[in-house]
Antibody, heavy 122, light 108 residues
Framework: QLQLQESGPGLVKPSETLSLTCTVS??????????WGWIRQPPGKGLEWIGS???????YFNPSLNSRVTISVDTSKNQLSLNLRSVTAADTAVYYC??????????????WGQGTMVTVSS | SSELTQDPAVSVALGQTVRITCQGD??????ASWYQQKPGEAPVLVIY???NRPSGIPDRFSGSSSGNTGSLTITGAQAEDEADYYC???????????FGGGTKLTVL
């Protein structure tokens, strides 16, 4: 059974880089079936897609975050990573990783991690 | 603002049927997927594609699509269905993923 677990600092200072890791277990991140995505949710607000990556490295991002985001995959560790640069208080959110089934007529995030809360504050 | 529009709140009497909708131009081309989120928990996929339920999702959850609107229907709503529901699909360019703003479902 596929499981995902996010990890990383819970507090980041303004203007610094938010770095998170998602460890995949119960399946291979090199599976051709999935992309792997990051989604966030500010406190009391809705879900926002950050970006997704295929294990071979192709990526696509939310245009509103594109200039600040990097997503990468480490197949040897079965992990994906998120870097978000130049953070502000508006980046305070619960960050989720999820398996992303990207089909020709549908996108779904099938399995989610439990999420990790990141606060941006000095 | 999101390219997918959802009603902020909907209510249903226990045991009755409720439809939660998601509107957007991209839904003329792409199906919506639907997620249930309870307080303090991660979202759970309940419907994807034309009308597919992941393993473990009760069959009272179903999906449909018409024009620019995707719908999630709960037939015989239960108390445990009280939650926030989000749709997702592509944006109007078809290149990026977007989520709707979410609908808070109250079961009376």
């Amino acid at each position: 059974q596929l499981q995902l677990q996010e990890s990383g600092p819970g507090l980041v200072k303004p203007s610094e880089t938010l770095s998170l890791t998602c460890t995949v277990s119960g399946g291979s991140i090199s599976s051709s079936s999935y992309y792997w995505g990051w989604i966030r949710q500010p406190p009391g607000k809705g879900l926002e897609w950050i970006g997704s990556i295929y294990y071979r490295g192709s990526t696509y991002f939310n245009p509103s975050l594109n200039s600040r985001v990097t997503i990468s995959v480490d197949t040897s560790k079965n992990q994906l990573s998120l870097n978000l640069r130049s953070v502000t208080a508006a980046d305070t959110a619960v960050y989720y990783c999820a398996s992303h089934n990207s089909g020709h007529d549908t996108d779904s995030f099938d399995v989610w991690g439990q999420g990790t809360m990141v606060t941006v504050s000095s | 603002s999101s390219e997918l529009t959802q009603d902020p709140a909907v209510s249903v009497a226990l045991g009755q049927t409720v439809r939660i909708t998601c509107q957007g131009d991209s839904l003329r081309t792409y199906y919506a997927s639907w997620y249930q989120q309870k307080p303090g928990e991660a979202p759970v996929l309940v419907i994807y594609g034309k009308n597919n339920r992941p393993s473990g999702i009760p069959d009272r959850f179903s999906g449909s699509s018409s024009g620019n609107t995707g719908s999630l229907t709960i037939t015989g709503a239960q108390a445990e269905d009280e939650a926030d529901y989000y749709c997702n699909s592509r944006d109007s360019s078809g290149k990026h993923v977007v989520f709707g703003g979410g609908t808070k479902l109250t079961v009376l």
